[in-house]
């Protein structure tokens, strides 16, 4: 008869030494202001918590894992974690000035990036990591220190990928601006 092995990932489980976990988390607070403007960098200071897409410009390839990358791929976006890259090469970064703005408290889900989607809707993604049926999302308020109570945040699974994020005032109208030290989190199940 073969033995048969329980796992409830209960709290302080370890299996091979390694603690399990029942779901892997991303803790942040978003920031966001202004409206949708694609700018570009080139061979200067990122800045943490800006999302960034990797764009090649020639042959040589930059070098930004140590910011923050998981690759340095064309077209790779990421949240920076750092500001100087280990080389540009012949590499880019475009970013969107409307994007929310991250202060990364905890991560253990993997590489997640944030895009600006039009005026008060703003996008979390990944590549597949928000497991359908397996991903709870939760959102807190923000105070700006004039606003206490004025402005809502959403929070909704769109697909695999991509979970939305609104915003509106308290006319319930869209709007840029209402997101301040906003927090967030992210479970994902196992």
Same mark, same amino acid.
């Given at each position: 008869?073969?033995?048969?092995?329980?796992?409830?990932?209960?709290?302080?489980?370890?299996?091979? $030494?390694?603690?399990?976990?029942?779901y892997k988390?991303?803790?942040?607070?978003?920031?966001?202001?202004?409206?949708?403007?694609?700018?570009?960098?080139?061979?200067?200071?990122?800045?943490?918590?800006?999302?960034?897409?990797?764009i090649?410009?020639?042959?040589i390839?930059?070098?930004?894992?140590?910011?923050?990358?998981?690759?340095?791929n064309?077209?790779?976006?990421?949240?920076?974690?750092?500001?100087?890259?280990t080389?540009?090469g012949?590499?880019?970064?475009e970013?969107?000035?409307?994007?929310?703005?991250?202060t990364v408290?905890?991560?253990?889900?993997?590489?997640?990036?944030?895009?600006? $989607?039009?005026?008060?809707?703003?996008?979390?993604n990944?590549n597949?990591?928000?497991?359908?049926?397996?991903?709870?999302?939760?959102i807190?308020?923000?105070?700006?220190?004039?606003t206490?109570?004025?402005?809502?945040?959403?929070?909704?699974?769109? $697909?695999?990928?991509?979970?939305g994020?609104?915003?509106?005032?308290?006319?319930?109208?869209d709007? $840029?601006?209402?997101?301040y030290?906003?927090?967030i989190e992210?479970?994902?199940?196992?």
């Open positions: 008869m073969a033995t048969k092995y329980i796992v409830n990932n209960l709290s302080g489980q370890t299996i091979n $030494d390694q603690q399990l976990l029942p988390v991303y803790t942040a607070l978003l920031t966001q202001s202004g409206g949708d403007d694609i700018q570009q960098l080139i061979g200067t200071n990122l800045t943490i918590g800006v999302t960034y897409r990797i090649y410009d020639g042959p390839v930059g070098d930004f894992i140590n910011v923050g990358s998981p690759n340095n064309d077209d790779t976006m990421f949240v920076a974690t750092g500001t100087i890259p080389s540009w012949d590499c880019k970064l970013y969107n000035t409307g994007a929310p703005v991250v408290l905890e991560n253990t889900i993997g590489n997640i990036w944030f895009t600006y $989607d039009g005026v008060g809707f703003y996008l979390s990944s597949g990591l928000f497991t359908q049926g397996k991903t709870a999302l939760f807190g308020s923000s105070f700006d220190g004039d206490v109570g004025t402005n809502f945040a959403f929070f909704r699974q769109i $697909d695999g990928e991509q979970l994020i609104a915003t509106k005032d308290n006319t319930l109208a709007g $840029d601006g209402f997101l030290n906003t927090p992210i479970r994902v199940y196992n």
